[in-house]
């Protein structure tokens, strides 16, 4: 648990006048974490960034997950979890009945998604039907962050009319997410039609000489198309979250 008597002592302070609420809130910001040996949970991460911790399941065993859902559960502390089966679904929620399984996403979540400002929206857009996971993880993450997020999936470079067609909407996004995998050709298309900030997201989908992403993260990253950024490989998460931040710039949250 975070310290309690270092929070009470804060608390305390304030109480008495001898410091304001936003000391209280800078000093909160920086509070230890909650250790379960095996690992930290960042409790305040929320206060600090805006948004939880995010889990990572890939990698940790059920036994984990069930553990650090308990505990999150027992501090009243959003639950978010990535790369999660429906086993590791099933473990969450025992403990966190009201999650949410996004499938598509394998993404475990309380939903409870609130549009910020919904004049504004991230468009999520995949080269292919196999890049759908990848761009759902994205598009979750950045609903979950209370952004109004549209989707526009399939439309590659092997029928460039698709994303073509298309134009009006590509045009009304205030940021888009491109996720394609193969040769990666996709962001440098809607770089070139687009004034908005697009961040590229290489997916391992391809065939041996894809390298499991490598072609395509290297295709991206050396775009000619202004206003591109790229994330790391099958990284839906974090080209959500950017993209999230990005949108929500000079709102009040």
């Known amino acids: 648990m975070v ?17 304001d609420i936003d000391t209280v809130l800078e000093r909160l ?25 995010v889990i990572y399941c890939q990698g940790k065993s059920l036994e984990q997950i069930a553990r650090i859902a308990e505990r999150m559960k027992e501090n ?4 978010i979890a990535t790369r999660a089966t429906p086993e590791v679904y099933q473990v969450i929620k025992k403990y966190i009945p009201e999650v949410t399984y996004f499938e598509e ?3 475990v979540a309380v939903d409870r998604k609130k549009i910020i400002n919904p004049d504004k929206f991230i468009l999520i857009i995949s080269a292919g039907t196999s890049d759908i996971p990848v761009a759902e993880e994205a598009a979750v993450i950045a609903e979950l962050m209370g952004n109004r997020v549209e989707r526009l999936y399939d439309v ?4 460039i009319h698709r994303i073509l067609d298309n134009k009006k909407k590509l045009l009304s996004a205030n940021v ?12 440098s298309v809607v770089g070139g039609l687009v004034d908005k900030p697009i961040i590229a997201v290489p997916t ?50």
């Open 3 to 19: 310290a309690k008597r270092e929070i009470k002592k804060i608390l305390q302070q304030f109480q008495a006048g001898q410091i």
């Open 105 to 107: 996403a394998r993404l």
């Open 29 to 53: 910001k920086h509070f230890p974490y909650d250790d379960l040996n095996f690992v930290k949970i960042d409790s305040h991460r929320s206060l600090r960034k805006g948004f939880p911790e």
């Open 176 to 187: 888009l997410v491109v996720v394609a995998g193969m040769e990666g050709a996709l962001p």
């Open 204 to 253: 391992s989908v391809g065939y041996g000489s894809n390298f499991g992403g490598l072609s395509a993260l290297l295709a991206m990253l050396n775009s000619c198309a202004p206003g591109l950024a790229v994330v790391n490989i099958d990284n839906g998460f974090g080209a959500g979250y950017m993209a999230g931040l990005i949108n929500q710039l000079n709102e009040v949250i």
């Open 76 to 79: 009243k502390e959003e639950f």
């Open 156 to 159: 590659g470079v092997a029928g």
